[in-house]
């Protein structure tokens, strides 16, 4: 089953997955068909939503003589009347509603493998939120044990193997390690929906990210039994790729309606409050004088075409880079989903998160609120001010933060100091931290909004971030003029700003170091005529470094990419591809992820990268899509857009 | 020109507005048709989005001698083909972009006029947001003279007096309160484009505030050149009723689409996430090989039907009394609104502000960040708190936030203290404050929802109104049974709960004593058998309260009024009717605004009231749905419900 990353935000990504009916384009999600009572039909739902995967339940199938026996005969596909990729739940679910249910956990599988399922499921077992460690462990071992024996039944069919338990992250993440060593092809994440019926959503972003953390990065996560709209772009930021629900027909069926912000009830709407073709057709009070039936039709129609627009702006943040706005925006409207975002500040998950985080973005970075300075970039770019970027001079000299770009706004101030030939750094006492002078116009420094006034959590997380920074640093608040006095310099040498500018960005996009090693040389910089920012930058007449207008980052040149490939030690930088795809690169073409050997953890989705073969000769320079483990994982889809080659 | 309060939340309103072309339904835009150049027609725009009323320009039509030899002749309503409400701008927007423009102020109002437009507007001057005191004076000046001699002229139109003022919030009020004063018909607020254009969204509130602190409340506001619906629901939950807008077509112009939470352009879209009839008529690739102009055509209509929703939705959340849930959540999605916000947080302002807001909801109260412990609701019961209840004993245990109800939640312990009689108050510390034990059924203690952890700004907030709780009062925090120990009791009388409930419910409701006066007799509480909720109050056999479910508030019978009526001194709780009213009221039927003579400073919307006459002799009991000021300055709609009256 080929399944590989398009597109990517936070720990979220846009996938393509191919199963034996088609390719379904994820996050998305899968409505629940139940053979016995159709509401909308899946070829139905194919016309009005563009719905290329659906779910059954095996179990139901099985449990019903007349069902069975046609499934058997004719096929899954057939018995729901739906050409798309199917998927089946195998009955765990009816354990957790009903107790004990009498069928074999191999039987089912194989039944599933036999009516022609794209994608069926182990019977796993059902963890409780309140049930004892010791006994949330047999449940895994007997989870585990049963998926041992089920993939070797699993033929044809993609096999789903759900990862288990309960609200223990060490259990979660070791049955997903032990999961992932099999042959199998899909998570789901189980156990979930007494949680999510609960709204105890912090504990299931603990499910999410430590099943996530143990789980192999290139097989699909599925949050089984999620539906409501209101999880998706929390669970897709955390790297869930698939949901299922009969959501949309329960609610109906309550009459209730279902929005991306919470639900209302029929009774409790003056109007229709939405615009889709249900909405615009009927007014609430014809919609109130419709048969049950066809009342419960409509209302779970429109339930479907706002989950799967839901889905559509998800996918449409992750392209454009602003999945956490959403995240964050859509919280704002559940104060149990707001709390959830606390887990986010955890130290633990922003490591784990971070890693997924791409480097850079389309949209500038929205403050929303308390969360959003926890967000793992943020995090990325105070441990990187701490670790990569050097101060060039023994002083600094603290702004505190006026409009952006600030090197524009205090220029009166910059060009006394720079008359003065002072040797001061310039420090930015911003919002978002600590911000040098030098890296004023990159991302997300420049790309990020933020209110004169945040709010005390985050001004307080700030200062601790200041604080961290300016440890051992002989800091300075500017007090006008008088400031300059004592720092009179007698320093004949002027302070090249630009340079300062390259270096500082470059150590923090490469690492420490990365800017002596590039600008050791005759350096000619080319401006933007209009915007007189930096495009190009030679060293010794090569053409080292652009700087992309959009987020004031570099890409790297071939020849750059030789001087840190001269100076940095393997595998700092690198992807290692195999022998078989160096000639490919060679010639131009990018780097697919089951040619990469091995690669550099440090480099982040969006990254800049040298492309070397086994010896470490560099073919080429490239831009990352894919994390380390990520590309050790994949064996579908590109993992390095390959630039420039060696000649 | 009628305009009536139908519904209401924050200082919101859904009204009805008569003009000579039809009812309007507020709040509500006005498209802007400019007859040069319709894109859709308004006819189109009725049938699509039920448009009932529009606006066009009588400078652009006046100086076109086509279009105003055919107003004149024919009316401006068979100019543009529609026989709904149309309104008329006269040039000050033209003057501001084009500078000064020629024509007389009164030559235009009485173009207006005469080519049958519904809402004429004045020919105002457009005062700068960077102008100098003395010239915005000026310019307040001109407009309000220009208005004096304008009202003379208006005929059987509908006259808008347009508040300028700049960024000065005592212009801005003096100028509404000038034009207050005229025989005006219809508010805008003038002069705010150029904060919208620059995201100046705090000066926009100041702006908003400081006009309707001045303004006749029974008159619509309108925000001249408000266009995104970005903006729509604070400026409703402000006070406006009308918006207006070319943003619908210019946007589209741009290929810029609208949404509740911002704009996106055609070109960053991968799928339209939109469920409108466009959005779902289209894939993107067809979208964008339209020609240049029905692709404007499409996205106009597409911002229409989101402009138009997000009015619905804000009416809907006006009748389920969840408007602040829906302003925090739009602001969450833009810095500048959220920092906009924080003006709320302003003493005068959460004055004003709580003055509209009623006295409870349908709806429960969310938490949604740092902004929610501001609203003026919470504002109004800490206050109550402290100037209407009195704590029966001298000493009080503080139990830390558990889970609603606390009562329930803290019964083991509470069982403890009532067992040994022990004379003591339960004060739970909870995150909207502090809260009495007898209070904890009651809104919006009981029916709203914060998260375990809520914000650092939040709990800063609520620790100092704790202290201000707390001051001269004897507090021990509850450290288990041997708290009680200090407080063995010898006291033989036990303590009735349920009484010392009413007593703090009717304090708070209905002022400080109520409970004594209420409570002197012989009680009999009559309890829901399903939920053991207080249901009805009897005091000496007369019923006297029924408890509502929804909010843990009093309906106050028709005896207990009396009480209250004998207790208190005029004009605590009246609402004064004149004397042609008597009767009505006497014969059940409900108060309205231009019958009433005088009412009690205190009542706010919502809140229950003794209905008296001249001579201060109660003759019924009811709900406003008005203060003070609306019931004194109404001509128009009901002003208290009656509920029961005197037999």
């Known amino acids: 089953m080929k399944f590989e990353i398009k597109d990517r935000d936070a720990s979220g990504r846009i996938c393509k997955y191919k199963t034996n009916h088609g390719t379904v384009t994820t996050p998305t999600i899968l409505p629940v068909i139940n053979p016995n009572k159709m509401i909308i039909s899946p070829k139905e739902m194919k016309n009005l939503f563009g719905t290329e995967i659906v779910i059954s339940n095996s179990y139901i199938i099985y449990k019903d003589k007349k069902l069975k026996n046609k499934a058997l005969e004719k096929g899954v596909h057939n018995l729901i009347d739906f050409n798309g990729s199917i998927m089946t739940d195998s009955g765990t679910f009816q354990s957790y509603v009903y107790g004990d249910i009498k069928i074999d956990p191999f039987e089912i599988v194989e039944f599933q493998r036999d009516i022609g399922s794209d994608i069926g499921t182990i019977l796993d077992v059902f963890s409780l939120p309140d049930q004892k460690k010791s006994e949330v462990e047999q449940i895994v071992k007997e989870t585990v044990n049963r998926a041992k024996k089920s993939v070797e039944l699993k033929g044809n069919m993609a096999l789903a193997c759900t990862v288990q338990g309960s609200i223990f992250p060490e259990i979660r993440e070791k049955c997903a390690k032990q999961l992932s060593k099999l042959d199998s092809d899909f998570f789901p994440i189980g156990g979930v929906v007494p949680l999510m019926e609960n709204q105890r959503y912090a504990d299931l972003v603990r499910c999410i990210i430590y099943s996530k953390k143990g789980l192999d990065p290139s097989k699909p996560v599925h949050l089984f039994g999620a539906g409501h709209p209101l999880i998706f772009p929390l669970a897709v930021a955390l790297g869930c790729d698939f949901f299922d629900s009969s959501a949309y027909a329960k609610y109906a069926n309550d009459e209730r309606f279902l929005f991306p912000w919470g639900t209302e009830k029929l009774d409790n709407l003056n109007e229709l409050p939405c615009t889709c073709p249900i909405c615009s057709k009927y007014s609430i009070s014809e919609l109130s004088k419709l048969d049950k039936k066809n009342k419960t039709i409509e209302i779970a129609k429109h339930n479907l075409y706002i989950t799967y627009n839901e889905l559509k702006k998800i996918r449409n943040a992750i392209s454009n880079g602003s999945l956490w706005d959403l995240v964050e925006r859509r919280a704002n409207s559940n104060p149990y989903l707001l709390e959830a975002l606390n887990e986010i500040k955890k130290r633990e998950n922003k490591e784990y998160l971070e890693k997924n985080e791409p480097s850079c973005r389309k949209k500038a970075l929205f403050y929303t609120g308390s969360h959003t300075i926890h967000r793992p970039e943020i995090y990325r770019i105070h441990n990187r001010l701490i670790e990569r970027y050097e101060e060039p001079f023994k002083t600094t000299i603290v702004f505190p933060e006026g409009r952006k770009p600030y090197y524009a706004y205090y220029s009166e101030k910059i060009k006394k100091i720079f008359k003065k030939n002072c040797k001061v750094n310039i420090l930015i006492d911003s919002h978002i931290g600590?911000?040098?002078?030098?890296?004023?116009?990159?991302?997300?420094?420049?790309?990020?909004?933020?209110?004169?006034?945040?709010?005390?959590?985050?001004?307080?997380y700030i200062t601790t971030k200041f604080d961290e920074y300016a440890k051992n640093k002989n800091l300075i608040s500017w007090k006008g003029a008088e400031t300059l006095k004592d720092l009179e310099s007698n320093n004949r040498e002027s302070i090249d700003f630009d340079i300062l500018r390259l270096k500082a960005i470059s150590d923090i996009q490469f690492g420490k170091g990365a800017g002596s090693v590039l600008l050791n040389g005759k350096i000619r910089i080319v401006k933007s005529k209009k915007t007189r920012k930096i495009r190009n930058v030679y060293c010794n007449n090569k053409h080292i470094l652009s700087m992309r207008a959009e987020d004031g980052l570099f890409t790297l040149k071939i020849?750059?990419?030789?001087?840190?490939?001269?100076?940095?030690?393997?595998?700092?930088?690198?992807?290692?591809?195999?022998?078989?795809?160096?000639?490919?690169?060679?010639?131009?073409?990018s780097v697919f992820s089951k040619f990469v050997i091995d690669c550099d953890s440090d480099l982040r989705p969006f990254d800049e990268c040298l492309i070397v073969d086994k010896k470490d000769e560099l073919i080429a320079v490239g831009r990352c899509l894919l994390n380390r483990i990520e590309m050790l994982s994949f064996n579908y889809g590109m993992a390095v857009k390959t630039r420039e080659h060696i000649k």
Do not use: C, I
């Open 559 to 589: 020849d750059g990419a030789n001087m840190l490939h001269h100076h940095f030690k393997y595998p700092k930088l690198r992807v290692v591809v195999d022998d078989d795809a160096v000639e490919f690169v060679k010639d131009g073409k």
């Open 434 to 460: 600590p911000v040098p002078l030098e890296l004023d116009e990159m991302y997300p420094f420049a790309q990020s909004v933020f209110p004169e006034k945040t709010d005390k959590e985050t001004e307080d």
